[in-house]
């Protein structure tokens, strides 16, 4: 997995690049929290639930259908978090689902259940450059810690700045079209 600092490029970006008035601040919040919420299921390793588990690191709350789940929920919400339910339930599908197909571009783990329940396998991209984050802290402050957090510049936060750039000179442009 990338580490949950680099699960949140994906959000931030959006936000960014689509403005205050697509992605209020709690909205953004709220899904920077649900990009992160995925890896809650590391819990399952103090309760002995085997990493290949359904239940396990990688199994349901990486797929496509918890994503859409927290999603309806974020959409239920979308008066707390200052939008409208479209722009919440789209927004948050997007930060949580980010965080299953990242995972998928790792060249560690077992692969990733974006399927559940309709299928338990476990996926990978077909390319996987992103080098697999340590499960523990202490492992990421070393060497090989350096590689993970270089390997994520480049595969993860590069290609997501752009896209927030990208997104961001699009919406100056449009603001600058005559109506």
Do not use: K
């Amino acid at each position: 997995m990338p580490t949950i600092i680099s699960h949140t490029a994906v959000p931030l970006a959006l936000g960014v690049g689509l403005g205050p008035e697509v992605v209020s601040r709690r909205l953004l919040i709220a899904g920077i929290a649900a990009c992160v919420l995925p890896d809650l299921d590391v819990i399952g390793f103090r309760f002995h639930i085997a990493y290949a588990d359904v239940l396990g690191h990688r199994g349901f709350s990486h797929s496509l259908l918890f994503a859409a789940i927290v999603a309806g929920l974020a959409a239920c919400a979308s008066r707390v978090l200052r939008t409208t339910p479209a722009r919440a339930f789209w927004f948050v599908l997007a930060a949580t689902a980010s965080h299953g197909v990242l995972d998928a571009f790792t060249n560690g783990g077992l692969g990733v259940a974006l399927l559940w329940p309709w299928s338990a396998d476990r996926y990978f991209a077909p390319i996987r450059p992103i080098e697999v984050a340590p499960l523990s802290v202490d492992r990421l402050f070393s060497q090989r810690g350096t590689q993970v957090l270089l390997s994520e510049l480049i595969w993860v936060w590069i290609p997501c700045i752009l896209i927030g750039v990208l997104l961001l000179a699009a919406r100056v442009r449009r603001s600058r079209l005559p109506s």
